[in-house]
């Protein structure tokens, strides 16, 4: 069954989403992070099927996130490592990890602890306005057509009544 494409939706979270595709990828980066860089760490620290790997690793060296370079001849193997948009997903994760350390933690506590080097304090990511610095709440927020939302699509009746509707709120 062939997967519907968000790559062109006007929506950074759907075209985020497009590039994740599944559960797998953000924990091939998550992996990473914590230093990982060759197939068979991957593999045996996910527990993922070697073909599910290769093809989440595929997407992420074709997309920008990792770059796949040789680190032995004979037979060639190959590490992967972050590029700087990779490096730029960490707070994504840091905010995921945050939200379930707060909703999913079963009343156990997080189960990994984020230390900050610069600050030396244990912490946890905090999504804030890049303003004013306050936390960021949905309530708050109001969604406005960016420069990069096309044109022939934001002229569309019910896109219009959406943006309009959140307005009003």
């Given amino acids: 069954m062939k997967r ?78 972050l590029t700087e948009k990779g490096k730029d997903f960490y707070p994504v994760l840091a905010a995921m990890s945050a939200w379930g350390d707060r909703w999913l933690d079963n009343g156990d506590g997080p189960p990994i602890v984020h230390h900050h080097r610069t600050c030396g304090h244990d912490m946890h990511a905090e999504v804030v306005c890049s303003e004013c610095r306050q936390p960021l709440e949905a309530a708050d927020v109001e969604h ?12 569309l009746p019910q896109v219009q009544a959406r943006f309009a509707a959140q307005r009003a709120e």
Avoid at 24 to 32: G, S
Avoid at 144 to 155: C, D, F, L
């Fill in 4 to 81: 519907t494409s968000f790559a062109k939706w006007p929506c950074s979270v759907a075209r985020t989403m497009n590039l994740l595709g599944d559960w797998w990828t953000p924990l091939v980066l998550r992996e990473a992070f914590y230093g990982i860089r060759r197939f068979d760490r991957f593999q045996s620290e996910l527990g993922i099927a070697r073909n599910t790997l290769a093809d989440r690793l595929g997407t992420l060296v074709e997309q920008g996130l990792m770059t796949k370079e040789p680190y032995q001849s004979d037979p060639v193997r190959h590490e992967y490592l």
């Fill in 144 to 155: 406005r057509m960016g420069p990069g939302y096309p044109a022939k699509i934001a002229a």
